[in-house]
T-cell receptor, first 114, second 111 residues
């Protein structure tokens, strides 16, 4: 079974631009969660999508948004990039997003904002 | 979300057992205890999880205290490949895909 895949793996953008990251979950998984990891703040939850609906949201500004398609693939978008958005963005999938389930993480997309 | 507390770092010798502790004194009855580890520049990797009983799998064992206010991840024979940051996470049964990561424990394995 293929794992969680994320594209692109690396990205360089400049301040003010926007970026879209993609995540393909493990086949059969309907819950996709996104996280941001920075040296200063650690791993922080951004949001979770289940059956094309945002079901849970972390404490991030509205510049961070996402969506999920009918095949469970998910994208996240960051508009008006700031230097502080430089981070490793991780997505994780599970069957239903329930607490007893394992979340499987992708390798991440490393975003550098100049 | 209930918080977890882990030591910042631990050291172990190769081929010796490692016991990584985690305190979660405010755990609720519906919180599952998950352990992940992360190597540099990689996504977190699932290690093990449990609710009340001790759990074993091919990677590790999880020992959960009777009052569930603490747990211990046990690596039976540490290898150099086990050097990573280990995270202890609590996830509610209906938490809708959210894991709250703390700072984790950086495990160093010495040859």
């Amino acid at each position: 079974k293929a794992g969680v895949t994320q594209t692109p793996r690396y990205l360089i953008k400049t301040r003010g631009q926007q970026v879209t990251l993609s995540c393909s979950p493990i086949s059969g998984h309907r819950s996709v969660s996104w996280y941001q990891q920075t040296p200063g703040q650690g791993l922080q939850f951004l949001f979770e999508y289940f059956s094309e609906t945002q079901r849970n949201k972390g404490n991030f500004p509205g510049r961070f948004s996402g969506r999920q398609f009918s095949n469970s693939r998910s994208e996240m978008n960051v508009s008006t990039l700031e230097l502080g958005d430089s981070a490793l963005y991780l997505c994780a999938s599970s069957f239903h997003g329930r607490g007893e389930e394992t979340q499987y993480f992708g390798p991440g997309t490393r975003l550098l904002v100049l | 979300d209930a918080k977890t507390t882990q030591p910042n770092s631990m050291e172990s010798n190769e081929e010796e057992p490692v016991h990584l502790p985690c305190n979660h004194s405010t755990i609720s009855g519906t919180d599952y205890i998950h352990w992940y580890r992360q190597l540099p520049s990689q996504g977190p990797e699932y290690v093990i999880h449990g609710l009340t009983s001790n759990v074993n799998n091919r990677m590790a064992s999880l020992a959960i205290a009777e009052d569930r206010k603490s747990s211990t991840l046990i690596l039976h024979r540490a290898t150099l490949r086990d050097a990573a940051v280990y995270y202890c996470i609590l996830r509610k049964v209906n938490n809708a895909g959210k894991s709250t990561f703390g700072d984790g424990t950086t495990l160093t394995v010495k040859p």
